[in-house]
């Protein structure tokens, strides 16, 4: 195992996490993080994890996230002595392509610091560790096996970042490796059998293996459960806090915990919930009630100015139904499904924010509930 | 003018307005109505009124408007001694295509009903009034004078719903004549300037005179700001119970109002509020308090037991910010912004009420504060 | 076996059938239809299917066909004494949404009559015949089984059409039913395996299940070779003269055949070619050569006049190729992979026959070479 | 007026323009280009020009383009001593966004070379000429003055090709500025009242003046009929020679033109053809005719090899008519109509000439015939 930790991240005596949301004009535009390397406010060298969103489809053929990733990893080469190649290999950029209705492109930055004040949090502060497995055997992905190896990742991510207690650990977003038709000739003649043939099924069960590997390693499964023909079947297996997403770019797991530990300092925080169905604005209200925000309906200013990332995933509930009344997303051959869930439950989440730069991603096999999903929040504490 | 109510409609010593929430498995599906003018649960003659979401997209090339259309006064004709054509002619079956995201297909059947029973509500109940103009010509469309014809057509409902204070008028559904090419070319022919040659443009035209018109006979904008001018131009004008349809289908201007009277019995009541923005979900709650609802975040099963409809009005904002935020829906090749914009509000009011089977429309040009729309609900009075 | 011919179809001393193209306005249009049958240039008693176009999205949620259906049977109803439900089960109406580009909604009305004039071609005139199987059962849909049901009703079409060489058949319209959510579960409760849960793909099967139908009965395939496994497997399979559609309003096998018949009199021939794949220009000049029609590279006036219908099933090459060019039409998330190639080979046909009124379906798995297609094309002999 | 060729363009006693079709995995895959570099085929420094397709919907929210562009300058910058800002500001890069149905992603990549060997076409061989207006007024754009600004940077860019006559022009690409909401607004403060307040509109403005301008400096059309009015409106007014963008990324007017000159050297040359409407093969066939190619209906293998390049500009037809045949581009809510009218032209040219990467584009106001559009043709001389 690998752990990034090992290799390049920051470590310094007292340690703070500082997320940064930032906007954009286009999914090129990395001009605010431009500006707040230029200006001080965000140093460089103590980057270690993107999450955003950018404006494509959010499928296949969106090129919105190469074109964003391709474009801040060239930012920083000037900022830095790396080339972007070695770059994106240490700084996981994880995007979800998509701002259906009110959502808005975004990103947050999450930055390594020393700590250059006293601000501690009671029960912790917000605490970010990274972690790298090594490749997955194409024959491995989308099975119990892979899921083993991403919680063993998960579980090194929780080291890297001082969180003891799996209640503690509140986010965990992982990209992981899939198969693509051509990985799936190689390994058939490597006398491996790819778990499917169907690139699009094969991604979905990676993103299974994915959560399952979480929920495993925060204790939310069994690890007697957790077989091959679990994945995908036994929707009653599941994790809260994952949030998966693969990609044919990379061969190994790339894990980012985000929790809240004593051993961190700052004003931040994080809490999550459990969404039970594409309505559950309850579980919005929970999350940010468990951070101290009252959203009545709506959080005022001051509450909005507080918050500092919102991560939310979600299902078009498979049967075709929400509360037993007809949904049609599953059947429109115009709007891909997953765009239509995104736009949904973006709209119910921003509006109880009361802004629309929501982190919303599909694709939430086994995270969450089974038609719902999750939300995590990150805000900062009350201004004294 | 010509009054609907002059012609059939049921009247009664004691008139009520019974709104029946009914589910379709697609748009030729009028079974559930079918099977309640059988048991009797509706009487097909009572029926005056149809406002329903069909699962098409909302665009001009969505047929499931006119098929579901075709399928109610074909049924009806069974049931009644009418040809589909002649019920067509009497009864406003409104229907906005698209229900994106949790988004529910439905309609709301709308009866006259001699009372059975002593239930009244205080401060009124539930009453509905039909008017319809006569063909306004297609140089007037879209312009001040349209506006004017559509207010004496609203007028004359609210006296055919016995509704003596424009207070107690709280949603004013519209259908209006829009220009097509040829219908511009004829008043060309006659020396007429249509108001515009762009038929997707006269459309929008359309509606604002239907909006305006509505606004005018409420009081909420003063005649003499009614200037063609104003028109798509000046968004400070608005009506904040207009909701406007405009097809090709129809010459003259079909008008429901609902509203309180203290002339009609039964439990049903009706609220409105505007809502500022998309992500306004205040004025969802602020409706439903009007009613007695208590959404906190969302209505409990006793709450939305009472619900019989909920109707939307809503628009991408046009500047592409929503509070400060960009949005993308404008700039969307692949998703009309219509679409974009109903699935992220729908999933809003969905959230706070609980169902999705609401009844949320774009093109809310004059409806509603601009950027934003406006919500009607009916709900019956609680449970003794 | 049922036989619709044994039933109701028209059966003359001297036959002819009659191919009629014609236009509509929206799918709800028969105006066109109800204008010749008034006229007298059609006799409602005399048709016996309709094949068309209609401008939905060709998808699970394209109502068109349903719109379209249902108003042809409302309006045959009123010329004849028959219910439209009677109606709807005995004359095929089938339809493929979708006029992508340059295709044109439209549809061929086909009559039985007895001749009154000596026209013949020789070697034969346009034939037409019908059957429809028995109920196919759920755990047979899809499966070999299904397609020797369907190659007995081909085979009792063809003795209908009066055709008694396989040869002289050139075009063959199967319409199977597919396997429902609710189908499945019923059958499993009956303890039958549906061939797969996934409703698209249980259609896929179905469509495949036809079309070897068709190749068994017409000779294109080997019985031994027509095994489950073969379905959707052996792409060597084919049949280069089956058009297959399946839908879920039927639980029967609807076939259509049409050929070449020397019992039969008239102007109208038809003939056939498989198409190698998606730029196959070659196959469309040589149908058009086989009725004597010279497209260099365009159909002059004179033999358009001549055409009285073209119909092409084609499919996206499922490699991502088109003669070694990578297409992008598999990947596109906003638009659906059938609505491309629709697109681009109606394109190409529309432009050889230099007319967009062409029947273009997709879903073409074992209906000609794989990636390709076939063009069928009905023509009227030269005038003298 | 600056001209690019008094800045950078290399010039050599004998010249030759060499273009060169290459393919892309995606819109950020440059490795074809690359490997041509490293290996020689390609020299860094002489590329000119790049014009291509990319895969995206080709509309507002189309970022391919951008990502090409971005990975094309940073793949020159190492290979050259300039920055990606400078390679961007002197080498046009023009793509066409969107590779509907069977058109495959790709580009040519122009170089201005010296002869290494003595070949020569009779009539000239194909010369590569470029010029940059200087910054458009906001007012100008989309105006007749705009029109002018663009026929003086055609007839220097002619020049600087060496052509001496119009007639030897074959096709002109222009990349003129446009009108933002930021552009606009400016513009109004200094008393300059823009074209059209809607980004839309203006930019077809913008991009009917840069096609006028082309047709102008041809002789096309006359100065005396360049009015204000004519754009837009006279839409006999057209070049058969002219493909227009219009962008945001920049304020001068960049013109790429492509002709036969005795002056230069090589086996290319180009041909071109108007296309009357979307069904015109004939033009195909018509413009490989004057290149000595024989599609009949297709090209051959070797006929196939000596292509270098196809260009083609398309429009639906705004009356709603093909050949008065009803088309549903325009009323599509969900799949753009310059999607429709690309995948179907597409389809059509693909078949003709045997090959999916042809550069097919949208929005042809005055670029051809109205309704129909233009098709250039580079091929090489048949081999000895």
Same mark, same amino acid.
């Given at each position: %195992?690998?752990? =990034?930790?090992?290799?390049?991240?920051?470590q310094? =005596?007292?340690?703070?996490?500082?997320?940064t949301l930032l906007t954009m004009a286009h999914p090129g535009d990395l001009s605010e993080l431009d500006a707040r390397i230029r200006n001080g406010a965000i140093r460089a060298e103590q980057i !270690?994890?993107?999450?955003?969103?950018?404006?494509?489809?959010?499928? !296949?053929?969106?090129?919105?996230?190469?074109?964003?990733?391709?474009?801040?990893?060239?930012?920083?080469?000037?900022?830095?002595?790396?080339s972007p190649a070695e770059l994106a290999a240490r700084i996981p950029c994880i995007l979800s392509g998509g701002t259906e209705g009110v959502l808005s492109p975004h990103y947050v930055v999450f930055c390594r610091c020393d700590d250059d004040d006293d601000?501690?949090? *009671? +029960?912790? #502060?917000?605490?970010?560790?990274?972690?790298?497995? /090594?490749?997955?055997?194409?024959?491995?992905i989308g099975r119990a096996s892979h899921a083993h190896q991403v919680a063993a990742a998960v579980r090194a991510a929780m080291r890297d970042a001082g969180i003891d207690h799996a209640d503690d650990v509140h986010f965990v977003q992982v990209k992981t490796p899939?198969?693509?038709?051509?990985?799936?000739?190689?390994?058939?003649?490597?006398?491996?059998?790819? /778990?499917?043939?169907?690139?699009?099924?094969? %991604?979905? $069960?990676?993103? #299974?293996?994915?959560?399952?590997?979480?929920?495993?390693?925060?204790?939310?499964?069994?690890?007697?459960a957790l077989t091959d023909d679990a994945l995908l079947a036994d929707?009653?297996? $599941?994790?809260?806090?994952?949030?998966?997403?693969?990609?044919?770019?990379?061969?190994c797991n790339e894990v980012i915990v985000l929790g809240n530990s004593p051993h961190w300092t700052g004003h931040y925080r994080i809490a999550h919930k459990p969404m039970a169905d594409a309505l559950d604005i309850? #579980?919005?209200?929970? =999350?940010?009630?468990?951070l101290g925000l009252d959203a009545a309906p709506q959080l005022d200013a001051s509450a909005l100015g507080r918050i500092a990332g919102v991560f939310v995933k979600c299902e078009p509930q498979r049967q075709g139904r929400v509360r037993g009344a007809r949904h049609t997303m599953l059947d429109d051959t115009d709007i891909n499904a997953q765009?239509?869930?995104? +736009?949904?439950?973006?709209?119910?989440?921003? #509006?109880?924010?009361?802004?629309?730069?929501?982190?919303?991603?599909?694709?939430? *096999?086994?995270?969450?509930?089974?038609?719902? +999903?999750?939300?995590?929040v990150i805000a900062s504490g009350p201004r004294p």
């Open positions: %195992m690998r752990y =990034a930790s090992a290799l390049r991240l920051p310094y =005596a007292v340690m703070k996490t500082l997320p !270690v994890a993107v999450i955003g969103k950018t404006e494509g489809n959010g499928g !296949v053929n969106d090129f919105t996230r190469g074109y964003f990733t391709q474009s801040l990893m060239h930012l920083l080469s000037t900022h830095l002595r790396e601000a501690t949090s *009671e +029960g912790g #502060a917000l605490a970010i560790g990274l972690a790298f497995s /090594v490749a997955t055997a194409t024959g491995d899939c198969i693509t038709v051509a990985r799936a000739e190689e390994a058939r003649a490597q006398g491996m059998a790819p /778990v499917s043939g169907d690139p699009n099924r094969a %991604m979905a $069960y990676a993103r #299974a293996a994915g959560a399952l590997g979480v929920a495993l390693a925060l204790g939310e499964v069994d690890g007697a929707m009653s297996l $599941y994790s809260e806090r994952a949030s998966i997403s693969s990609g044919v770019e990379i061969s309850g #579980a919005v209200a929970a =999350a940010l009630a468990d765009r239509h869930i995104r +736009g949904a439950v973006g709209g119910m989440v921003a #509006a109880v924010i009361g802004d629309g730069r929501i982190f919303v991603s599909g694709g939430a *096999e086994h995270q969450g509930p089974d038609g719902g +999903g999750l939300i995590a």
